[in-house]
């Protein structure tokens, strides 16, 4: 069975930090993998996506992540965050094979502290 | 629209009430999904039509809930007798098609309360 791990539910960070938001997941086969995330009262918009290729994939509003495959890891990152960037965040997987359906983390509040 | 329209955005329904949730897709879009989102969790995904054609509902809880998309645009997510444990956000995304090269465009959600 796959899974996806967001290994920390709340992570606060003074504005003009940088910040890794934490993602792995545990499946034995190819997966596509994404970042969305979910401002308050909105619905979910796509930060970025890898499907093959370059294993460092930019996104809109300054964010990267990097697809590590021996450390199974897609970790979100940014470096210098803004008070615009607090929201939620959801790392999420499609199985190669698959109804095409996402699978998705628990999720990271990310919180920009003045 | 310019985007996924969902309706009614809240809804309050007693346990063992009936509710519909209305998903309107973007124009165009083959694809269309339905997602629970408990509160504080990421979604979990529920059924997929491509078209009018309902091609897996293998995330649909119990038999209780019931979707369709008859003409192939507009779908309609079906809860009966609701129960508690249906309290969440009900999301519904489209796709201009199936590939996974295409993004999915997520709608606001139903926030669905049963008391």
């Known amino acids: 069975a796959q899974s996806v791990t967001q290994l920390d539910s709340q992570v606060p960070v003074f504005e003009e930090a940088p910040v890794e938001l934490r993602c792995n997941y545990s499946s034995s086969v190819s997966v596509y993998l994404f970042w969305y995330v979910q401002y308050p009262n909105q619905g979910l918009q796509l930060l970025l996506k890898y499907l093959s290729g370059s294993t460092l994939v930019k996104g809109i509003n300054g964010f990267e992540a990097e697809f590590n495959k021996s450390q199974t890891s897609f970790h979100l990152r940014k470096p210098s965050v803004h008070i615009s960037d607090t929201a939620e965040y959801f790392c999420a997987v499609i199985l190669s094979g698959s109804a095409r359906q996402l699978t998705f983390g628990s999720g990271t509040q990310l919180t920009v502290l003045p | 629209g310019a985007g996924v329209s969902q309706s009614p955005r809240y809804k309050v329904a007693k346990r063992g009430q009936d509710v519909a949730l209305r998903c309107d897709p973007i124009?165009?879009?083959?694809?269309l999904f339905w997602y629970q989102q408990a509160l504080g969790q990421g979604p979990e995904f529920l059924t997929y039509?491509?078209?009018?054609?309902?091609?897996?509902k293998s995330g649909l809880p119990s038999d209780r809930f019931f979707a369709e998309r008859p003409e192939g645009s507009v779908s309609t997510l079906k809860i009966q007798r609701t129960q508690q444990e249906d309290s969440a956000v009900y999301l519904c995304?489209?796709?201009?098609?199936?590939?996974?090269?295409?993004?999915?465009?997520f709608g606001q959600g139903t926030r669905l309360t049963v008391v």
């Open positions: 124009s165009g879009h083959v694809s």
């Open positions: 995304a489209s796709s201009l098609l199936g590939g996974m090269n295409t993004e999915a465009f």
């Open positions: 039509f491509q078209n009018e054609a309902q091609l897996d």
